[in-house]
């Protein structure tokens, strides 16, 4: 089993719909989450973090953690094409580093 | 903050050729990571350095990888005897460690290719 697991798409959605990322993570000590952005051949770029269970809102974008689960996703609203791309969950658990996964490709078309 | 800097951003180089690469975090950030990146999969954890001490190096990196941070600024990553399998983006990190969060920030990456 993976240690971060992530649907790795493409998730396509019409412009102005809603875009949901998943991703289950396989360590119950994981204590920090994270959602990067990438464009292609581009490197990641931080889009939210999150601690505790529950949800989180930055503008148009949801981070939604539950722990028992092992859960964390990722809500875009709103989407535009300009958010077209590959979306990388990240876990740091009880060591430092950020274990990620293979991220998911998000294609919205107008 | 000007953000993480890493310099080249492109190396083309042949095998067994060595190379060095370097990367400036954000000013005030006390950590540094590495990671590499191959297409199609997420960023995979090379090394990391608090100030000066390198804290943890992953088993997958070969004797061949060698990186430093001399004076807890600045770190280079050196690839000596490169191979084919080394083509790949490595990405430089920073962060600064304040109670429990350590929220990372990436650098542009340097693209190698080796033939």
């Known amino acids: 089993q993976k240690e971060v697991e992530q649907n790795s798409g493409p998730l396509s959605v019409p412009e102005g719909a809603i875009a949901s990322l998943n991703c289950t993570y396989s360590?119950?000590?994981?204590?920090?989450f994270f959602w990067y952005r990438q464009y292609s051949g581009k490197s990641p770029e931080l889009i939210m973090s999150?601690?505790?269970?529950g949800d989180k809102e930055d503008g148009r974008f949801t981070a939604q953690l539950n722990k028992a689960s092992q859960y964390v996703s990722l809500l875009i609203r709103d989407s535009q094409p300009s958010d077209s791309a590959t979306y990388l969950c990240?876990?740091?658990?009880?060591?430092?580093?950020?274990?990620f996964g293979t991220g998911t490709r998000l294609q919205v078309f107008p | 903050d000007t953000g993480v800097s890493q310099d080249p951003r492109h190396k083309i180089t042949k095998r067994g050729q060595n190379v060095t690469f370097r990367c400036d975090p954000i000013?005030?950030?006390?950590?540094l990571y590495w990671y590499r990146q191959t297409l199609g999969q997420g960023p995979e954890f090379l090394t990391y350095?608090?100030?000066?001490?390198?804290?943890?190096k992953s088993r997958l990196l070969s004797d061949r990888f060698s990186a430093e941070r001399p004076k807890g600024s600045f770190s280079t990553l050196e690839i000596q005897r490169t191979e084919q399998g080394d083509s790949a983006m490595y990405l430089c990190?920073?962060?600064?460690?304040?109670?429990?969060?350590?929220?990372?920030?990436f650098g542009p990456g340097t693209r190698l290719t080796v033939l």
């Open positions: 990190a920073s962060s600064l460690v304040a109670g429990s969060t350590d929220t990372q920030y």
């Open positions: 999150i601690y505790s269970n």
């Open positions: 990240a876990v740091n658990g009880n060591t430092d580093k950020l274990i």
């Open positions: 360590d119950r000590g994981s204590q920090s």
């Open positions: 350095f608090q100030n000066e001490a390198q804290l943890e």
């Open positions: 000013s005030e950030h006390n950590r």
